[in-house]
């Protein structure tokens, strides 16, 4: 008969425990807004948050194809601002309004200088949508990160993320948005569906923010 032992590992539980910390890891980044993640070797590091709404050509996002403006979320009068940055992105300052390009087709080609902060730029190369339906949208793309530590020109992967309900009377096309850009050493498609999942959490609060004002 074979002896039991306590200490022998079980591959299952492993495999189990691993997980919860990597959804607790997720978890952690989801309190942004939006974010930018950067991993390249050693050079590169950080996250920056945005937080704001996004101007439509439809009511809802269910048959929206572009962002027409972008908006601070109290008000058309501004752009989104920043809501953390930690990293080589932390010389950024809270509070520090971005500036993002109009219009963007979420099925798109090259768009320099799509946003850009504090000194660094992301130029989109190309985008298309991910998912689009019941209330949700999400798009993806590619371009290059600039400035800083990321240089001239290091790849990356760009998500969006927005949502109904949209409130007022009658409907307004302002959507509270959340996104991020993700160094391309990093993603595979796996952790390029979760990081849209963990952009979803921050939509909430940028929601309530917008509630009833109409664009």
Same mark, same amino acid.
Do not use: H
């Given at each position: 008969?074979?002896?039991?032992?306590?200490?022998?590992?079980?591959?299952?539980?492993?495999?189990?425990?691993?997980?919860?910390?990597?959804?607790?890891?997720?978890?952690?980044?989801?309190?942004?807004?939006?974010?930018?993640?950067?991993?390249?070797?050693?050079?590169?590091?950080?996250?920056?948050?945005?937080?704001?709404?996004?101007?439509?050509?439809?009511?809802?996002?269910?048959?929206?194809?572009? #962002?027409?403006?972008?908006?601070?979320?109290?008000?058309?009068?501004?752009?989104?601002? #920043?809501?953390?940055?930690?990293?080589?992105?932390?010389? #950024?300052?809270?509070?520090?309004?971005?500036?993002?390009?109009?219009? !963007?087709?979420?099925?798109?080609?090259?768009?320099?200088?799509? !946003?850009?902060?504090?000194?660094?730029?992301?130029?989109?190369?190309?985008?298309?949508?991910?998912?689009?339906?019941?209330?949700?949208?999400?798009?993806? %793309?590619?371009?290059?990160?600039?400035?800083?530590?990321?240089?001239?020109?290091?790849?990356?992967? !760009?998500?969006?993320?927005?949502?109904?309900?949209?409130? %007022?009377?009658?409907?307004?096309?302002?959507?509270?948005?959340?996104?991020?850009?993700?160094?391309?050493?990093?993603?595979?498609? %796996?952790?390029? #569906?979760?990081?849209?999942?963990?952009?979803?959490?921050?939509?909430? %609060?940028?929601?309530?923010?917008?509630?009833?004002?109409?664009?």
């Amino acid at each position: 008969m074979e002896r039991f032992d306590a200490k022998r590992r079980n591959p299952s539980i492993e495999r189990q425990l691993t997980m919860k910390k990597s959804i607790l890891s997720l978890l952690a980044v989801g309190a942004l807004s939006c974010g930018l993640f950067s991993q390249q070797s050693q050079a590169a590091s950080g996250s920056i948050s945005f937080v704001g709404s996004a101007k439509m050509d439809s009511t809802t996002v269910d048959t929206a194809t572009k #962002v027409t403006a972008w908006y601070w979320a109290f008000s058309a009068a501004f752009s989104p601002q #920043v809501a953390g940055a930690t990293g080589d992105f932390s010389s #950024v300052a809270p509070g520090t309004f971005a500036t993002f390009a109009a219009p !963007w087709s979420f099925v798109s080609g090259p768009i320099a200088s799509f !946003w850009s902060v504090g000194g660094f730029t992301f130029d989109l190369i190309s985008s298309s949508i991910f998912s689009q339906g019941a209330g949700t949208v999400s798009v993806t %793309g590619t371009g290059t990160i600039s400035g800083g530590a990321f240089g001239t020109g290091t790849a990356g992967t !760009w998500m969006f993320t927005a949502n109904d309900p949209n409130l %007022g009377t009658p409907r307004s096309t302002r959507f509270a948005f959340s996104a991020g850009t993700t160094a391309a050493a990093i993603p595979d498609g %796996g952790s390029a #569906v979760a990081l849209l999942g963990i952009a979803l959490a921050g939509i909430e %609060g940028a929601r309530r923010l917008i509630g009833s004002r109409k664009a």
